[in-house]
């Protein structure tokens, strides 16, 4: 008769047996000290709210919580990422990843967060809706921009760590759905795949992420900062030295400079939808992520056509419930209270809030129940803000 126990992972116990449990469950038993030192220890991983289960002293499923703080415009939200879901083979289908992610939920929320993401397949049974889709720009040889080098490169190595995460949090302040950095603090030169150039007193002034594609036909630039057109020079030299057959841009937000370049010339913009796959959103605190992102929504009313709006508007998620209070273009969450004015939207609200689609897109892929005004709301309170989580802090 076996006997399971679900408990939080401890930093001082349990680190070696999460690692090599779930570098084995993913064919990767070689490289755990690996997912010891970099993946589980020495990041943002979460040992509070990640969830083991044990029979006896065998370890036998994980759910993964990796914490960070996410851009939404001018605000930021704590956010719980869900990474290296592994069940041993011997006890799936019993139910154990939705016990561990009901008990994990609810530490989430008694820790502080307001909403958790992940990435993969069967999660929209716990309530986890579209965030943000693939999007990818491709060029052809001849459509890449003939640019002059400003300025010499150089690969970057681990010494470049805190150059290139200063530079990063500057230059990706305003672009939503991106971590605050450090997530991951220990970073090997020979896996980075980063580029950058110097001033002349050796300080770090802009650099490329660029590694070839899965299938090896292809550059793809995961993240640049600094000068855009600098960057993309070095994209074009580090291109013409390879034997690619085009060159890719993923994971850079829309309104970086670089993709705003590539949109005066010739690109091919590929952006991929999942049903029930890609990037996932939940909602864990209706009440504190309106109330973190309430400055953003008065702004957004004082700035458009319902400056002047007066009312309430109700919102509802199924499991949670919140009132906006609304006068004059500012903004009071208040206790709940169905109104004239109604958004039901159950899980997926979360992509309204965060601004993952167009929010009427969003409302008619859901099938919400609007009533009154709160449509109209809805297209100036929640805009499409293209969310986008860079590569390099994907867990």
């Given amino acids: 008769m076996t006997s399971l126990r679900m408990a939080p992972a401890d930093p001082g116990r349990d680190l070696a047996a999460i690692a090599h449990f779930t570098a084995g469950i993913f064919g990767q038993p070689q490289h755990a000290d690996q997912f010891a030192e970099g993946y589980f220890g020495n990041s943002h991983y979460d040992w509070d709210t990640t969830r083991l289960i044990w029979d006896g002293e065998r370890l036998v499923h994980h759910w993964g919580v990796w914490g960070y703080a996410m851009r939404l415009e ?132 802009g650099y490329v992420r660029a590694l070839p594609s899965d299938d090896q036909q292809a550059l793809r630039c995961l993240e640049a900062a600094g000068d855009a057109e600098q960057g993309l020079a070095v994209l074009a030299d580090l291109f013409k030295h390879g034997e690619y057959k085009a060159l890719e841009f993923f994971t850079l937000p829309d309104e970086h400079p670089m993709l705003r370049l590539l949109r005066r010339g010739a690109c091919v913009v590929e952006n991929r939808y999942f049903h029930c796959g890609g990037w996932q959103v939940r909602l864990v605190n209706l009440g504190s992520t309106l109330e973190k992102i309430r400055p953003l929504l008065g702004a957004r009313l004082r700035g458009s056509g319902l400056a002047r709006w ?86």
């Fill in 74 to 205: 001018a605000a930021r939200l704590r956010v719980a990422g869900i990474g290296a879901v592994a069940t041993a083979e011997t006890h799936r289908l019993q139910g154990l990843m939705r016990q561990a992610a009901t008990a994990s939920f609810a530490a989430m929320y008694a820790n502080g967060y307001d909403l958790t993401i992940l990435r993969g397949r069967y999660y929209a049974r716990f309530g986890y809706r579209r965030a943000w889709n693939y999007v990818t720009y491709r060029l052809q040889p001849d459509e890449i921009p003939a640019l002059s080098l400003e300025a010499p490169y150089l690969p970057l190595g681990a010494e470049h760590t805190a150059g290139i995460v200063a530079l990063y949090n500057h230059d990706y302040e305003a672009y939503s759905g991106t971590a605050v950095r450090p997530t991951y603090r220990m970073l090997h030169g020979d896996d980075m795949g980063a580029y950058g150039w110097l001033d002349g007193e050796g300080r770090l002034m």
């Fill in 310 to 395: 007066q009312g309430d508007l109700y919102l509802d998620s199924g499991e949670q419930q919140a009132t906006l209070r609304i006068q004059a273009g500012e903004v009071e969450v208040v206790p709940a209270a169905p109104g004239e004015h109604r958004l039901s939207g159950g899980p997926d609200l979360a992509r309204l809030l965060m601004g993952s689609d167009e929010p009427q897109e969003v409302i008619r892929q859901a099938n919400m129940i609007s009533t009154g005004e709160a449509a109209g709301l809805a297209n100036v309170l929640f805009p499409n803000l293209h969310p986008m989580l860079s590569n390099w802090d994907e867990y």
